[in-house]
């Protein structure tokens, strides 16, 4: 994909991909290509419906698969499993780590940059910064976890707001970031 030439060996092992991906991580849901249910992603071990993250990781990846294939069916799969994630926002818009999830986690920084250049609503980073921010550092409300600080955020969050155009608050989580 980076430079190498498509043969008939690697179009095989590229097809083969897909065909695990379909077999063993995307289901059939009223007619259309979904996710099946798995673990949350964001480490809190609940069994969840629609999980964010899994669901990015995978359309990312469905869409380098049906690129380099130029297949139109891919690209349909890829588009399905997104649909998805509309059950995840709240009605502000921001985006959750999973259908109905009890917090919002922390998870809307990875979110917004596993999809550019398409993005997600902003709003989801900024709510995201505003409850982190703890008087320690930055921490989320996950379930399976409590008073730890995630130094790492704040680099994320200056890449989120960097490629907003937002660069004094870009340049704040930097002067933050060896907190």
Known sequence: YAGRKKDVDIEGILRDTYLFLKTYLLCKKEGKYSLINVKSGDESGVDVETDTFTILALAQALYALADMLQDADIFEA???????????????GV??????APYLGGGQLDFYMFMFPEGIPF???????????????????????????????????????????????????IEKLMQ
């Open 123 to 173: 709003v989801s980073v900024d709510k995201a910064m505003e409850i982190s921010e703890k008087g320690y550092g930055c921490d989320f409300g996950y379930i399976s976890e409590v008073y730890r600080h995630w130094p790492w955020i704040r680099g994320r969050a200056a890449i989120c707001y960097t490629h907003e155009g937002r660069h004094e608050q870009a340049m704040g989580q």
């Open 95 to 100: 985006l959750l780590p999973f259908k109905n």
């Open 78 to 92: 890829r588009r399905q499993v997104l649909e998805d994630i509309s059950q995840n926002y709240t009605e502000e």
